[in-house]
């Protein structure tokens, strides 16, 4: 073997010593990208249930029903009483559909009527604001994010580093989270299969990643702040567990440097994390409603168009699809995964408009 050969042979050795997952180069699956509408519109989060799909723009709310021919945007007549509010969550329920808004500035800045959270019974078509009830501690008090229990109907919400918890539709909420433990959070999940299980997380005070979960419907919490960190500056965005196996979970972080780009995977619950995927700023992780291995992520890409991550294996190995049409300076902020005409279909909320990728 040639000193050439050698040296080619080395750094082929060394590369697939040190990659941390995979971008699968053969296609499993086929699917059709589209843009959805609502390009002006920065989206912070969608919902979809019963054909209609909810959206959450900065400043509106809008609702796409796709049980009618031409499924045209409605926007919703619903309004922010305050200035430097914007719309940051929407939640499709039982009980009906919640949107939550949230303060873009300082909270002592708040008026004393401050609507955090508002209700509607009858999918959007008119809106009734909650008065939200505190039990232990002061106002202000403004909800970022909202989350249902499935086995419970019991409603959870994040107030950017405190988790609460209401029995009765939003109008009372109770702490659930040891003020120590608490972080800046970026998200707030709920396992559809282990619905005891929750967890947020995001960054602490010295810009390390942050990430609590709590295996008892919120009542105890264990911080794994020591078990993810992985000698970068990184915030974590999403957590997602496997369907069938409540110990088998994937987390997305990113942050400003690429070593933070990473998704970080955990077959103990969360003990132990081994590094995945790398190179993506990774926003938002689902699962699939067909397939039990299957897991689907996005975010900002370093080509900074849309993309989804697809995993059959739950995390193993990657697929990476980029949407070649959609616009540049692209980030997904949410993501949903449904059945439209019975087949699997995603919908990306993004910085620029909806799109969706529907699986032949």
Request: glycine content about 8%; hydrophobic content about 35%.
């Amino acid at each position: 073997m040639s000193y050439l050969e050698k040296l080619i042979f080395i750094l082929s050795l060394s590369a697939a010593i040190i990659s941390c997952g995979s971008e699968s180069e053969s296609e499993k699956w086929q699917g059709t990208w589209e843009n959805t509408g609502l390009d002006d519109h920065y989206i912070t989060a969608l919902d979809y249930s019963d054909s209609y799909l909810f959206v959450a723009g900065k400043g509106q709310l809008f609702r796409k029903d796709f049980s009618t021919e031409t499924a045209e945007w409605l926007e919703l007549d619903i309004k922010i009483n305050s200035e430097n509010s914007e719309f940051g969550d929407v939640l499709f329920t039982s009980q009906g559909v919640f949107a939550v808004v949230r303060n873009t500035t300082d909270y002592s800045e708040l008026p004393e009527n401050y609507v955090s959270l508002y209700k509607s019974e009858n999918t959007g078509q008119s809106w009734e604001s909650i008065a939200i009830e505190l039990t232990d501690m002061e106002k202000p008090f403004v909800l970022r994010r909202i989350a249902k229990q499935t086995s419970s109907n019991d409603l959870f919400a994040d107030a950017g580093s405190l988790i609460f918890k209401s029995t009765n539709n939003g109008e009372t909420w109770f702490n659930q989270i040891d003020r120590e433990l608490v972080g800046v959070s970026e998200f707030l999940y709920i396992s559809t299969d282990h619905p005891k299980q929750i967890w947020t997380g995001g960054w602490n005070n010295i810009f390390s990643p942050y990430l609590v979960k709590s295996e008892d419907g919120g009542q105890t919490w264990t911080n794994l702040n020591e078990e993810i960190y992985f000698n970068t500056d990184a915030n974590v965005y999403a957590t997602v567990v496997h369907l069938g196996n409540e110990k088998l979970a994937l987390i997305g972080l990113g942050g400003s440097v690429g070593s933070a780009n990473v998704i970080r995977k955990s077959e103990d619950g969360g003990e132990t994390w081994i590094t995945v995927l790398e190179g993506y700023n990774t926003r938002v992780l689902k699962n699939s409603e067909i397939q039990p291995n299957r897991v689907y992520a996005s975010g900002r890409s370093p080509q900074e168009q849309l993309f989804v991550a697809i995993s059959d294996d739950y995390g193993d190995s990657w697929e990476i699809e980029i949407y070649e049409e959609s616009r540049g300076s692209l980030q997904t902020n949410d993501m949903v995964v449904t059945k439209v005409n019975g087949k699997e279909t995603i919908y990306f909320g993004t910085n620029k408009g909806v799109y969706s990728l529907t699986f032949e």
